[in-house]
């Protein structure tokens, strides 16, 4: 079985599932028609019996080769005649003869799960795979153990298996055609990658594969007629670099193709999964390749090349000249046996009409034919090729443009450029396959300005799942002409196999579920819900995917979520008994070997005496000049109104008094637990609600000092914990234990918190684990704490908690957190930038702080792309900031009081930009504009592109009086600026226009 062959590896490890995984029922995607849920479990162990009959071979197979993949043993397959009176699953491919549903197209069945036994009843073959692929979503996904492979759930020993729940389901698909298309022309796939992704179709219950074989930049079916299509074709000379039209050419040869063998194999692989691959020989238009190979199919005779950049190209098959038709012919009596399914797909898209119009050829074709232009040419040339088709007994299907100039007898129609093309061909009582580019297309971002280079355009997969196939408009009669719908990805911008699984799930996963489920049960909370199970899937078929942001779901923490982002602006303090060496917080006693885990100082030639030394910290740690109220109020003339504070660190030492360790500061151990503000954390918190703050409390989920995380039996390796949880279960309880009980300390005993931050992203559960980031692939060991548990906790004494699990995407990382660094594009979900006043997260003595006129750029930057500001400040040994940093927030403060209405409570507005020296942003309600000019001396005008506004709009400089003139040319506003404010310090750091 391919589908779990490992072409991407992610460093998975073994884990205990949230909440929403424990949920009462497996979540099954997509929906089945009716699902009833009974009392009672079925057990599966290896000596459960598989009843099938021969002709069912291929579902069994499909079965037993997932469940040893991913469960560790297969079942004993035997016939009818062999069934045992219980613990045997058995598989029917007729239907029950009383079903009590109305059938819907072919796929139906049933699933029974009593405690004896598990019956698939299908309508057919097909409707027994369907219930296959239901039953293997009845399965559990935990716990996890690690394989050399990757992730895999396995029982406890040899004999042990899983239970599954009592249940009886009935179901079948709404529409008879649920399609995922490949695009392999722009770039090349082997043969084993192809088999997966049909694997990533069967899974989702879908029936068709888009096989899209031949393009401008590559021919990718071999022709035995034709060698030069292979030969020539299928190979370019370079590709371009970046998006279209591109930065330069990588001058690396890209291609290959696939045998007719290899078609046949790919071809029995998707039959015995039921899908039918639908091949696309794209005609007239993006035929370079063809063209490259054989010059005489053109208007000119060439030459021609592979193109190396995207596009639509005006070279062209030659509609009046015959030997194309007759290559063409040649082509599909090749192409028409490989593929046994009814129809064969011409494309037919983006013909420009340049070379015909000058090719005489053409020209006559048209005026014999007594054809009114070059799009009846095209209709013409569609029709001749759909006759031919039809005479080997298939039918075509094309693009859309196939309806310009007549749509062929017996043409069916893929809907691309929106619903129009679809509805026109349902009306004229052609069928439809619905494709609209605004809601399947997989190749545009899930994310806006993704980082990930795509073809633009920006489809969420909640947007998907929104998805309606057919129209409104359509009668009844008309509507049964849509058949289905499909997704595509087209691969300009997709490479390499792991970009394609990023690109489609778990927009495959909404899609399949558009198309399977019955319309009014259809619900995208409940979606959302089962999607966090699904992503575990995603990982125990080691496939890559892109982690939707997850909204939270209490009324009270979106609100609170809501109150944070439009406070902008808040305040970091890293602080520990660390300070008194002036090293980058407690790094250094993490043994790894990385330029912030070095050691210096008198003990750093000997790790162990290092440690003992660092602990000792504690004895000398006497912070006498701490005010936090001194802190509050230079924050607050700031204009901060959040603080985060480090209630512990990696290193394990609580700035708080906890009762469950004596490594803290309130400690007879540590000097300052005589003052009588020695609980540190408390005092903070009090001081900056005093002035109004937003509370937050950072606390690292590791802990390096607790012998439940770093047992002393075992030296520590890394950061992570130093023994296998799953070896030492009740050991790793303890620290989840601990680990709740200090949290649930910060949440009763130091007042309203308004956020619990958490740090220390590598404690975190298996199915989680993104292997593409550096400092996750390594982690070892699932590291799962419970969030469920500790979240129900801590809102259960704090309603509306803002969570914040850093790195680790669900429903508890309520905002992300970029670390030093300003993401480039504007991002739709909440963040934060947490970036140091100076080089370091805490006190280096001489540290070097950046400028107010850095501070305030970033804090433009951050806020235009729709997120906060959490600048860091290190207090040092003894209780105090440096001077430098009281200085730097006056600074700020000053700048802010005037410039201020245009941070707070804002949102981004498009352009976002101009250049690289104004930023804008605009009031929640979007009555005002604010653009923030970078320089601090002006120049006679200021242009800001892309920003159009209304005719009476007024253009303020906030901080001086009166209006300014200004002028629209074109979408570029341009203000004039006045001699008075020329080319002198008009304001400090930056400049703030408002455009009411």
Same mark, same amino acid.
């Given at each position: 079985?391919?589908? &779990?062959?490992?072409?991407?590896?992610?460093?998975?490890?073994?884990?205990?599932? $949230?909440?929403?995984?424990?949920?009462?029922?497996?979540?099954?995607?997509?929906?089945?028609? $009716?699902?009833?849920?009974?009392?009672?479990?079925?057990?599966?162990?290896?000596?459960?019996? &598989?009843?099938?009959?021969?002709?069912?071979?291929?579902?069994? +197979?499909?079965?037993?080769? *997932?469940?040893?993949?991913?469960?560790?043993?297969?079942?004993?397959?035997?016939?009818?005649?062999?069934?045992?009176?219980?613990?045997?699953?058995?598989?029917?491919?007729?239907?029950?003869?009383?079903?009590?549903?109305?059938?819907?197209?072919?796929?139906? *069945?049933?699933?029974?799960?009593?405690?004896?036994?598990?019956?698939?009843?299908?309508?057919?073959?097909? @409707?027994?795979?369907?219930?296959?692929?239901?039953?293997?979503?009845?399965?559990?996904?935990?716990?996890?153990?690690?394989?050399?492979?990757?992730?895999?759930?396995?029982?406890?020993?040899?004999?042990?298996?899983?239970?599954?729940?009592?249940?009886?389901?009935?179901?079948?698909?709404?529409?008879?055609?649920?399609?995922?298309?490949?695009?392999?022309?722009?770039?090349?796939?082997?043969?084993?990658?192809?088999?997966?992704?049909?694997?990533?179709?069967?899974?989702?219950?879908?029936?068709?594969?888009?096989?899209?074989?031949?393009?401008?930049?590559?021919?990718?079916?071999?022709?035995?007629?034709?060698?030069?299509?292979?030969?020539?074709?299928?190979?370019?000379?370079?590709?371009?670099?970046?998006?279209?039209?591109?930065?330069?050419?990588?001058?690396?040869?890209?291609?290959?193709?696939?045998?007719?063998?290899?078609?046949?194999?790919?071809?029995?692989?998707?039959?015995? +999964?039921?899908?039918?691959?639908?091949?696309?020989?794209?005609?007239?238009?993006?035929?370079?390749?063809?063209?490259?190979?054989?010059?005489?199919?053109?208007?000119?005779?060439?030459?021609?090349?592979?193109?190396?950049?995207? @596009?639509?190209?005006?070279?062209?098959?030659?509609?009046?000249?015959?030997?194309?038709?007759?290559?063409?012919?040649?082509?599909?009596?090749?192409?028409?046996?490989?593929?046994?399914?009814?129809?064969?797909?011409?494309?037919?898209?983006?013909?420009?009409?340049?070379?015909?119009?000058?090719?005489?050829?053409?020209?006559?074709?048209?005026?014999?034919?007594?054809?009114?232009?070059?799009?009846?040419?095209?209709?013409?040339?569609?029709?001749?090729?759909?006759?031919?088709?039809?005479?080997?007994?298939?039918?075509?299907?094309? =693009?859309?443009?196939?309806?310009?100039?007549?749509?062929?007898?017996?043409?069916?129609?893929?809907?691309?450029?929106?619903?129009?093309?679809?509805?026109?061909?349902?009306?004229?009582?052609?069928?439809?396959?619905?494709?609209?580019?605004?809601?399947?297309?997989?190749?545009?971002?899930?994310?806006?300005?993704?980082?990930?280079?795509?073809?633009?355009?920006?489809?969420?997969?909640?947007?998907?799942?929104?998805?309606?196939?057919?129209?409104?408009?359509?009668?009844?009669?008309?509507?049964?002409?849509?058949?289905?719908?499909?997704?595509?990805?087209?691969?300009?911008?997709?490479?390499?196999?792991?970009?394609?699984?990023?690109?489609?799930?778990?927009?495959?996963?909404?899609?399949?579920?558009?198309?399977?489920?019955?319309?009014?049960?259809?619900? =995208?909370?409940?979606?959302?819900?089962?999607?966090?199970?699904?992503?575990?899937?995603?990982?125990?078929?080691?496939?890559?995917?892109?982690?939707?942001?997850?909204?939270?779901?209490?009324? &009270?923490?979106?609100?609170?979520?809501?109150? %944070?982002?439009?406070?902008?602006?808040?305040?970091?303090?890293?602080?520990?008994?660390?300070?008194?060496?002036?090293?980058?917080?407690? =790094?250094?006693?993490?043994?790894?070997?990385?330029?912030?885990?070095?050691?210096?100082?008198? *003990?750093?030639?000997? !790790?162990?005496?290092?440690? #003992?030394? *660092?602990?000792?910290?504690?004895?000398?740690?006497?912070?006498?000049?701490?005010?936090?109220?001194?802190?509050?109020?230079?924050?607050?003339?700031?204009?901060?109104?959040?603080?985060?504070?480090?209630?512990?660190?990696?290193?394990?030492?609580?700035?708080?008094?906890?009762?469950?360790?004596?490594?803290?500061?309130?400690?007879?151990?540590?000097?300052?637990? $005589?003052?009588?503000?020695?609980?540190?954390?408390?005092?903070?918190?009090?001081?900056?609600?005093?002035?109004?703050?937003?509370?937050?409390?950072?606390?690292?989920?590791?802990? %390096?000092?607790?012998?439940?995380?770093?047992?002393?039996?075992?030296?520590? #390796?890394?950061?992570?914990?130093?023994?296998?949880?799953?070896?030492?279960?009740?050991?790793?309880?303890?620290?989840?234990?601990?680990?709740?009980?200090?949290?649930?300390?910060?949440?009763?005993?130091?007042?309203?918190?308004?956020?619990?931050?958490?740090?220390?992203?590598?404690?975190?559960?298996?199915?989680?684990?993104?292997?593409?980031?550096?400092?996750?692939?390594?982690?070892?060991?699932?590291?799962?704490?419970?969030?469920?548990?500790?979240?129900?906790?801590?809102?259960?004494?704090?309603?509306?908690?803002?969570?914040?699990?850093?790195?680790?995407?669900?429903?508890?990382?309520?905002?992300?957190?970029?670390?030093?660094?300003?993401?480039?594009?504007?991002?739709?979900?909440? =963040?934060?930038?947490?970036?140091?006043?100076?080089?370091?997260?805490?006190?280096?003595?001489?540290?070097? !702080?950046?400028?107010?006129?850095?501070?305030?750029?970033?804090?433009?930057?951050?806020?235009?792309?729709?997120?906060?500001? &959490?600048?860091?400040?290190?207090?040092?040994?003894?209780?105090?900031?440096?001077?430098?940093?009281?200085?730097?927030?006056?600074?700020? @403060?000053? %700048?802010?009081?005037?410039?201020?209405?245009?941070?707070?409570?804002?949102?981004?507005?498009?352009?976002?930009?101009?250049?690289?020296?104004?930023?804008?942003?605009?009031?929640?309600?979007?009555?005002?504009?604010?653009?923030?000019?970078?320089?601090?001396?002006?120049?006679?005008?200021?242009?800001?592109?892309?920003?159009?506004?209304?005719?009476?709009?007024?253009?303020?400089?906030?901080?001086?009086?009166? $209006?300014?003139?200004?002028?629209?040319?074109?979408?570029?506003?341009?203000?004039?600026?006045?001699?008075?404010?020329?080319?002198?310090?008009?304001?400090?750091?930056?400049?703030?226009?408002?455009?009411?």
């Amino acid at each position: 079985m391919q589908i &779990l062959r490992p072409f991407v590896l992610l460093a998975i490890l073994c884990g205990v599932l $949230s909440l929403y995984v424990h949920a009462q029922h497996p979540a099954i995607i997509p929906q089945p028609v $009716s699902t009833q849920w009974q009392e009672g479990t079925f057990g599966i162990d290896p000596r459960t019996v &598989l009843v099938a009959d021969a002709s069912d071979a291929p579902s069994a +197979r499909f079965f037993n080769d *997932y469940l040893q993949e991913i469960y560790g043993f297969r079942l004993h397959v035997v016939g009818e005649d062999k069934q045992p009176s219980s613990g045997y699953i058995r598989l029917y491919n007729h239907p029950d003869k009383n079903p009590g549903i109305v059938p819907g197209p072919e796929g139906r *069945y049933t699933l029974r799960v009593s405690p004896g036994s598990v019956v698939i009843r299908g309508d057919t073959h097909t @409707g027994v795979f369907y219930g296959i692929q239901t039953l293997l979503q009845l399965l559990p996904v935990s716990p996890y153990v690690m394989l050399p492979s990757g992730p895999g759930v396995r029982p406890a020993s040899n004999t042990a298996g899983f239970t599954i729940p009592a249940v009886s389901i009935e179901d079948y698909p709404r529409f008879a055609y649920r399609g995922l298309m490949l695009d392999v022309g722009r770039h090349f796939f082997p043969v084993e990658y192809v088999k997966r992704y049909i694997d990533y179709i069967a899974l989702h219950k879908m029936n068709y594969f888009h096989w899209h074989l031949t393009e401008d930049q590559g021919w990718r079916i071999e022709i035995k007629k034709y060698p030069g299509l292979t030969e020539a074709g299928a190979w370019r000379s370079g590709t371009i670099i970046g998006h279209h039209p591109g930065t330069g050419n990588d001058s690396t040869p890209h291609g290959g193709f696939y045998t007719q063998e290899q078609i046949k194999e790919i071809v029995k692989y998707a039959a015995d +999964r039921y899908i039918t691959v639908l091949p696309e020989i794209e005609m007239p238009g993006h035929s370079s390749a063809a063209l490259t190979a054989y010059p005489y199919l053109g208007c000119t005779g060439g030459p021609y090349h592979v193109q190396q950049t995207w @596009g639509v190209f005006k070279d062209v098959y030659c509609a009046g000249n015959d030997s194309v038709f007759q290559f063409l012919q040649d082509v599909l009596d090749e192409v028409l046996p490989l593929f046994p399914g009814k129809y064969i797909h011409i494309g037919g898209d983006e013909c420009p009409k340049d070379s015909w119009k000058q090719c005489p050829k053409c020209q006559r074709r048209i005026k014999e034919n007594g054809l009114k232009d070059e799009h009846e040419l095209q209709s013409y040339f569609i029709q001749r090729i759909e006759k031919y088709i039809n005479s080997k007994g298939k039918q075509i299907i094309g =693009w859309d443009e196939i309806l310009e100039g007549g749509l062929a007898p017996n043409a069916s129609v893929m809907s691309w450029r929106g619903e129009k093309g679809g509805i026109e061909a349902a009306k004229q009582n052609h069928d439809v396959v619905m494709t609209p580019g605004e809601y399947v297309y997989f190749d545009h971002a899930q994310l806006q300005n993704d980082d990930s280079l795509t073809i633009g355009g920006y489809l969420p997969v909640d947007r998907v799942y929104q998805y309606e196939p057919v129209p409104a408009g359509l009668t009844p009669e008309e509507a049964k002409h849509v058949k289905g719908a499909q997704a595509n990805l087209w691969t300009e911008y997709v490479t390499n196999p792991r970009k394609i699984e990023y690109m489609i799930f778990p927009r495959l996963s909404a899609l399949s579920e558009v198309l399977w489920s019955p319309k009014e049960q259809r619900s =995208w909370p409940d979606f959302e819900r089962r999607l966090q199970t699904q992503y575990i899937r995603y990982q125990l078929w080691k496939t890559n995917y892109y982690r939707a942001y997850m909204p939270p779901a209490d009324t &009270l923490v979106r609100k609170k979520l809501g109150q %944070w982002q439009d406070s902008k602006f808040g305040l970091l303090m890293h602080w520990g008994t660390y300070s008194q060496w002036g090293i980058v917080e407690s =790094w250094s006693i993490c043994p790894e070997d990385e330029g912030w885990t070095v050691r210096r100082g008198p *003990y750093s030639s000997n !790790y162990y005496d290092y440690l #003992k030394a *660092y602990k000792n910290l504690q004895t000398t740690f006497n912070p006498t000049r701490f005010d936090p109220a001194k802190w509050a109020k230079a924050a607050k003339d700031a204009g901060m109104k959040y603080v985060v504070f480090t209630t512990k660190h990696h290193d394990g030492f609580c700035m708080f008094d906890t009762k469950q360790t004596d490594y803290k500061i309130t400690s007879t151990k540590t000097p300052f637990s $005589s003052n009588p503000h020695s609980n540190v954390a408390k005092e903070i918190f009090d001081a900056f609600r005093k002035e109004d703050f937003m509370v937050g409390a950072y606390f690292s989920k590791p802990d %390096w000092n607790s012998e439940q995380y770093w047992w002393p039996y075992f030296p520590p #390796k890394d950061r992570n914990v130093n023994y296998d949880p799953t070896k030492h279960p009740e050991r790793w309880q303890a620290f989840k234990d601990y680990t709740y009980r200090q949290i649930e300390e910060l949440m009763t005993d130091y007042g309203s918190m308004d956020l619990l931050w958490l740090d220390g992203g590598w404690v975190r559960p298996l199915y989680t684990i993104d292997a593409s980031i550096d400092w996750q692939k390594n982690i070892p060991y699932d590291q799962d704490i419970d969030m469920a548990r500790i979240a129900g906790m801590a809102r259960q004494h704090q309603p509306g908690l803002i969570m914040v699990d850093r790195s680790v995407p669900g429903e508890f990382e309520n905002y992300t957190t970029p670390e030093q660094q300003v993401p480039a594009h504007p991002m739709q979900d909440p =963040w934060e930038s947490c970036l140091t006043m100076g080089n370091s997260w805490s006190y280096v003595p001489n540290d070097h !702080y950046k400028s107010a006129t850095q501070l305030i750029n970033l804090l433009v930057k951050i806020v235009s792309r729709g997120g906060n500001f &959490l600048l860091n400040v290190g207090p040092s040994p003894d209780g105090e900031w440096d001077d430098t940093a009281y200085s730097r927030l006056q600074e700020i @403060g000053a %700048w802010m009081k005037i410039n201020g209405e245009g941070i707070y409570n804002s949102k981004p507005r498009r352009p976002y930009a101009s250049g690289d020296n104004i930023f804008l942003t605009q009031s929640k309600d979007g009555a005002a504009t604010y653009a923030f000019y970078m320089d601090v001396t002006l120049p006679a005008e200021v242009s800001i592109d892309g920003l159009t506004v209304p005719a009476k709009s007024k253009v303020l400089l906030l901080g001086n009086k009166g $209006s300014l003139k200004w002028r629209q040319e074109g979408k570029k506003l341009v203000i004039q600026i006045p001699p008075s404010l020329q080319n002198k310090v008009a304001g400090q750091h930056a400049l703030t226009f408002k455009i009411n």
